[in-house]
């Protein structure tokens, strides 16, 4: 062994000195050093060690080139061969120590190992004593290296250490308190409200006991923060005892309930809602928990249609909401308000004319409704208008805007328009002209009287504009002809009326050159109507 690498004598050396062919060879040893060896003793001595407290010292193990092995001789037998590797362990313990495994388990041979001096790290062991009695002690560890040797043969070489050491006084102390005091903890059994002061009570106890003045119960605070299962914990240490000894982590389980209500609101319910009737609206509601809360049971969201078919006020209530803790929201409604903005409809209908002048008529019929969905009619449904015969021509009747209003105060606009007519007591033309398929001769370029009744003095502005007319066209075969036997003499055509006869007197002025053709005369009133008669004119 060495100190410090210092070869030591007393080192264990295996195999012996041998010879063979006048050489002299040398086994392979396998050497324990320490630096605490002391001269050529073979002894780790480690002094005094206190009764029962372990020492240890750390050895190295190395592999030691014993000299010249060449030309073949015996020495071959005692030399690991090159390129193979030296198993290291360790081989036996003697009474008192330990010793652990070489930190090496193998150390690889290298070339040219015959011939050199070298030597090989073979690791490191850890030898521990121990000793519960008083005395001198020694105690021997063992370690080898084991391979092939150059003949490829087994090769083993043992390496040795004895460690020697003193124990005084043994004399056992009491023994020690190893036993950890008992904390118990107790959370409540009922659940405690969210955001409330809440406690655990907690206790301890200990096989010895504790140092004067260690208070060993009391209260500790919970997290009531949050809804929910809640585990208290007392961390390992929470209270130590007389000798040091601390208490293990100890836990217990509570819950925390609330009783806040989830809160329901409409997102787009304006005050006031107005809407119109057949308008579709859709209401959104919204429900949330408050945080830290149990959170919501029920849906967090959803739609509502208005009905908008009935006209006036209305309201729709949302769903009751729940959390998890069983808390039900408060009734929350939108109100609103249903429009009608159609106004009512009015249908007039007319007697089927045409009327004579001042004639009296039936009055015409109006009929009203608001149109489907509405807010309903504010008056009458229907009514009359008088039908006016006191002037002729052609007549409109309808009912004015804002004669009808619906409950929504929204007023009619004007009715349809009904049409009639007012004309003259024609009773066609008097003699000396026929009316009808005859036709009236008459010499081309006299005056005829064209007389007829209107039932009164109508006035002489009485003929439409641009009439009379005569349409001429080539006679054909006429099958009833009447000749006219009263003609005047007039310088151009004119009109008249005779009150005394209740007559006009039309005196129509014919050409000279319609001689020998017919034609259709044919007097339109201011009446609209007009009154044709057959002529024959005749040279």
Not at 70 to 84: D, L, S, Y
Not at 136 to 157: C, H, I, L, M, P
Not at 345 to 353: A, K, M, W
Request: charged share 15%; proline share 6%; net charge negative.
């Amino acid at each position: 062994m060495k100190r410090r690498g210092m070869t030591i004598a007393a080192a264990f050396v295996a195999g012996a000195m041998m010879l063979a062919g006048g050489g002299i060879a040398y086994a392979d040893t396998l050497v324990v050093e320490d630096e605490l060896m002391v001269g050529g003793s073979s002894n780790l001595q480690l002094g005094t060690v206190a009764c029962g407290e372990p020492r240890s010292v750390t050895v190295d193990l190395v592999i030691e080139r014993g000299g010249n092995a060449t030309g073949g001789n015996a020495g071959n037998n005692t030399v690991f061969k090159e390129g193979t590797s030296a198993a290291i362990s360790k081989v036996s313990v003697g009474a008192g120590a330990s010793a652990s495994d070489p930190t090496v388990s193998s150390v690889a041979i290298p070339a040219g190992w015959y011939a050199t001096g070298d030597s090989l790290s073979a690791g490191q062991s850890t030898i521990t004593v121990t000793t519960s009695t008083a005395g001198q002690f020694s105690s021997t560890v063992v370690y080898r290296a084991s391979g092939t040797n150059a003949k490829d043969g087994e090769r083993v070489a043992d390496g040795s250490v004895t460690v020697r050491w003193t124990v005084g006084s043994c004399t056992a102390p009491p023994p020690a308190d190893t036993v950890a005091p008992v904390v118990t903890l107790e959370c409540p059994s009922e659940p405690v409200l969210r955001n409330e002061p809440a406690t655990a009570s907690w206790s301890a106890t200990d096989n010895v006991g504790f140092a004067s003045g260690t208070v060993t119960s009391g209260t500790v605070s919970l997290d009531t923060s949050t809804y929910g299962a809640k585990t208290k914990t007392l961390a390992a240490g929470f209270i130590a005892d007389a000798a040091g000894n601390t208490s293990a982590a100890v836990s217990c389980n509570y819950s925390v309930t609330e009783q806040d209500p989830p809160v329901v609101t409409f997102a787009n319910c304006p005050d006031p809602l107005e809407l119109v009737m057949e308008q579709e609206y859709v209401l959104t509601w919204n429900a949330t928990d408050e945080e830290g809360g149990s959170g919501l049971a029920t849906d967090a969201t959803g739609t509502i249609t208005i009905d908008t078919d009935v006209y006036g006020p209305g309201s729709v209530t949302a769903p009751i909401a729940r959390d998890n803790a069983g808390n039900e929201s408060a009734q929350v409604k939108c109100e609103y308000f249903v429009d009608d903005v159609t106004p009512p409809v009015v249908n007039l209908t007319c007697p089927v004319g045409p009327f004579l002048l001042g004639e009296t008529v039936p009055d015409a019929q109006w009929t009203a409704s608001d149109p489907s969905p509405g807010s309903g009619l504010a008056g009458a449904d229907s009514g009359s208008i008088a039908v006016s015969t006191s002037s002729v021509g052609a007549k409109t009747l309808s009912v004015p805007a804002g004669a009808v209003s619906d409950i929504a105060e929204n007023t009619s606009l004007e009715s349809n328009v009904c049409s009639y007519s007012v004309v003259y007591d024609f009773t066609g033309f008097l003699r000396p002209v026929d009316m009808g398929t005859t036709f009236n001769s008459v010499k081309a370029g006299s005056a005829v009287p064209m007389k007829f009744s209107l039932d009164g003095d109508q006035g002489l502005g009485i003929i439409a504009a641009g009439f009379p007319k005569i349409n001429r066209y080539t006679c054909g075969p006429i099958p009833n002809v009447d000749p006219i036997e009263e003609t005047v003499n007039a310088g151009g055509s004119s009109l008249s009326y005779d009150p005394v006869t209740d007559q006009y007197n039309y005196v129509w002025k014919t050409d000279k050159g319609w001689a020998g053709s017919c034609g259709t005369f044919t007097l339109k009133l201011d009446d609209g109507t007009t009154h044709t008669v057959n002529f024959q004119f005749k040279k």
